[in-house]
T-cell receptor, first 115, second 116 residues
Framework: EAQVTQNPRYLITVTGKKLTVTCSQN?????MSWYRQDPGLGLRQIYY???????DKGDVPEGYKVSRKEKRNFPLILESPSPNQTSLYFC??????????????FGPGTRLTVL | AQTVTQSQPEMSVQEAETVTLSCTYD???????LFWYKQPPSRQMILVIR??????QNATENRFSVNFQKAAKSFSLKISDSQLGDAAMYFC?????????????FGTGTRLQVFP
């Protein structure tokens, strides 16, 4: 089954404790990205990647890191989480990016709470 | 900068009735795509319908259809014969065309309630 998986689905952590949210897709997609969803703000892009070893900032990259060492995986790293990073996070992938008729496939979301 | 506006935070509809969700956007581009995504309580983002700006014909997917007014920069979603399973948050989204690195720009969402 074609899908994007994220782990963990729920996470409660404390300020400053490094964490990683994993994202994996089994569709051989070139393009992957991370969004965060906050009430009243919709979804905003954090980082994206066009291919292995190619990543770039989205609209709200501060406090986040990403890496793309393998085509299928695109982990989101919070080196020192803060309460303002409490949010719902989505990973998404598509064959070649959003500027086309390609469908964006979204993962199930990760609910992160930083105390 | 491109923006997407959904002016209806909440809407409600009776089962089997029709409801229209509004979306306006701002862009100086001529080539772009518009989307409606559904987010049920499971939080999964589900693509409902997609419209290419160069197509004059409004997109339709079963009970879902759009009214795309390019000059007015309006992109409303009509849900016909509403069902209880249509209850969800609906997001309107935009992306530029022919820019593979571009992102989806989302509106703030409209929560749809469906009453039996």
């Amino acid at each position: 089954e074609a899908q994007v998986t994220q782990n963990p689905r729920y996470l409660i952590t404390v300020t400053g404790k490094k964490l990683t949210v994993t994202c994996s897709q089994n569709m051989n997609h070139e393009y992957m990205s991370w969004y965060r969803q906050d009430p009243g703000l919709g979804l905003r892009q954090i980082y994206y990647s066009m291919n292995v070893e190619v990543t770039d900032k989205g609209d709200v990259p501060e406090g986040y890191k990403v890496s793309r060492k393998e085509k299928r995986n695109f982990p989101l790293i919070l080196e020192s989480p803060s309460p303002n990073q409490t949010s719902l996070y989505f990973c998404a992938s598509s064959p070649s990016g959003t500027g086309s008729t390609d469908t964006q496939y979204f993962g199930p979301g990760t609910r992160l709470t930083v105390l | 900068a491109q923006t997407v506006t959904q002016s209806q935070p909440e809407m409600s509809v009776q089962e089997a009735e029709t409801v229209t969700l509004s979306c306006t956007y701002d862009t100086s581009e001529s080539d772009y795509y518009l989307f409606w995504y559904k987010q049920p309580p499971s939080r999964q983002m589900i693509l409902v319908i997609r419209q290419e700006a160069y197509k004059q014909q409004n997109a339709t997917e079963n009970r879902f259809s759009v009214n795309f007014q390019k000059a007015a920069k309006s992109f409303s979603l009509k849900i016909s014969d509403s069902q209880l399973g249509d209850a969800a948050m609906y997001f309107c989204a935009y992306s530029r065309g022919r820019v593979a690195t571009d992102k989806l720009i989302f509106g703030t969402g409209t929560r749809l309630q469906v009453f039996p």
